[in-house]
């Protein structure tokens, strides 16, 4: 079983619609936890960066983290078709002495016009 | 600023050939991690360097190895390439802190023939 589990997807739906993307994790330890964004052929980009539990609105983006759950998530608010794209969450944890990211396999996210 | 910076962005090998990478960090960014992804093992991180050593490694065989100057640019070599090491590998950096941000690079996309 992997540390970080994502939905694949792909997950379709119409422009305007809420979209809600999660991740779930095993490891406890995990603290940092962040959410990208990757374009097909490219590299991925950060979207949202949280420490620890807790709520961060970004725009139309909004990350929550529950840790007693192990659970996150990414809504994206009034979703339009340049947000298609793989989303992608990744994780660290005080016991990294450095940066090393732990990531989920991704989210195809498809909004169509 | 300029982002991340990886050289080349295709390359095509053979089977048993080496292959070396190079990654430009962001301006003042002092930490370079290296990532390989793939459709079935999705992202998974190679190792990170910092200050010229390596901090962090993942779980790849040694003949994946990498290293960093002084000017923190650094490079990452596969040794004896197989066909499973066709993939994107991906280069971050970050500043000198632990649990950085990390902004990516483009990638270079790797195909072993």
């Known amino acids: 079983q992997k540390e970080v589990e994502q939905d694949p997807g792909p997950l379709s739906v119409p422009e305007g619609a809420i979209v809600s993307l999660n991740c779930t994790y095993s490891n406890s330890a995990f603290q940092y936890f962040m959410w990208y964004r990757q374009y097909s052929r490219k590299g991925p980009e950060l979207l949202m960066y949280?420490?620890?539990?807790g709520n961060k609105e970004d725009g139309r983006f909004t990350a929550q983290v529950d840790k007693s759950s192990k659970y996150i998530s990414l809504f994206i608010r009034d979703s339009q078709p340049s947000d298609s794209a793989t989303y992608l969450c990744a994780m660290s944890g005080h016991n990294n002495a450095g940066n090393m990211l732990t990531f989920g396999g991704g989210t195809r996210l498809m909004v169509k016009p | 600023k300029a982002g991340v910076t990886q050289t080349p962005r295709y390359l095509i090998k053979t089977r048993g050939q080496q292959v070396t990478l190079s990654c430009s960090p962001i301006?003042?960014?002092?930490?370079v991690s290296w990532y390989q992804q793939t459709p079935g093992q999705g992202l998974q991180f190679l190792f990170e360097y910092f200050s010229e050593t390596q901090r962090n490694k993942g779980n790849f065989p040694g003949r994946f190895s990498g290293r960093q100057f002084s000017n923190s640019r650094s490079e990452m070599n596969v040794s004896t390439l197989e066909l499973g090491d066709s993939a994107l590998y991906l280069c971050a950096s970050s500043k000198d802190g632990v649990q950085e941000t990390q902004y990516f690079g483009p990638g270079t996309r790797l195909l072993v023939l």
């Open positions: 301006s003042g960014h002092r930490s």
């Open positions: 949280t420490y620890s539990s």
